[in-house]
C-alpha cells in the first residue's frame, strides 16, 4: 500500500444502477465528493484497479459510490479505496493517520518499552491498537487516558495501560 491512504472499503452493491455502499475510513465522509480518481486495491494486497468516482452521496453511517464503466460491483466486495498520500488533507494538531501509528513502540512514563503497535483497527467500541510484545499480542484501545503523547519522529507512543493489558 505504499504511497497511498485507504479513504474506505466497498462493502455491498446498493441498488440496480451500480452504486456500491462503502464503508468511509474518513472524518468526512463529504470527502468523497471531492475525489476523483482513486485505486481500487483487493484484499491482500491482491491487486489493483484505477478507477474514477462518477457521484458519491451520504446514505446513513455509509457513502454510496458510483464508479464510472464499473456497473456491477459485486466482484469488488471488501476492496479498498486508496488515494495518492500526497491528496490527504492536513491534518490538525494531535490528528494521525491510522496507518502512521503502525510501527510505534509503546513505552510507559518510566520509560519501559510495552510493546510495538503491529496493527490498528476500528472494533465497535472505536480504534484499538494490536500490539506485540514478544510472542504475544493484545488490544490496546487509542484513547486519550491511555496513549498520552505521541511522537512520530522518534516513533514511540507513550502509554498509561490498564492494569494487566499487556500481561499474560
Not at 494521525?96 to 509503546?106: A, K, N
Request: net charge negative.
Amino acid at each position: 500500500m505504499s504511497g497511498r491512504i485507504a479513504v474506505g472499503v466497498i462493502r455491498k452493491p446498493h441498488g440496480i444502477r451500480g452504486e456500491a455502499s462503502v464503508e468511509p475510513w474518513t472524518d468526512s465522509p463529504d470527502r468523497f465528493d471531492e475525489l476523483t480518481s482513486v485505486t481500487l486495491v483487493a484484499p491482500a494486497d491482491a491487486s489493483t484497479r484505477e478507477a474514477r468516482i462518477e457521484s458519491a452521496r451520504p446514505h446513513g453511517d455509509r457513502v454510496l459510490v458510483k464508479f464510472e464503466g464499473i456497473d456491477d460491483v459485486n466482484p469488488l466486495r471488501n476492496w479498498t479505496i486508496e488515494i495518492p498520500e500526497s491528496e490527504a488533507r492536513e491534518l490538525e494538531e494531535d490528528e494521525y493517520f491510522l496507518h502512521d501509528l503502525v510501527g510505534l513502540t509503546l513505552i510507559d512514563a518510566n520509560g519501559a518499552e510495552r510493546g510495538k503497535v503491529v496493527d490498528v483497527y476500528e472494533g465497535g467500541g472505536g480504534i484499538l491498537l494490536q500490539v506485540q510484545r514478544g510472542k504475544r499480542k493484545f488490544d490496546v484501545p487509542f484513547a486519550s487516558e491511555i496513549c498520552t503523547k505521541i511522537d512520530l519522529e522518534s516513533k514511540t507512543m507513550t502509554v498509561n495501560l490498564p492494569e494487566g493489558l499487556d500481561e499474560d
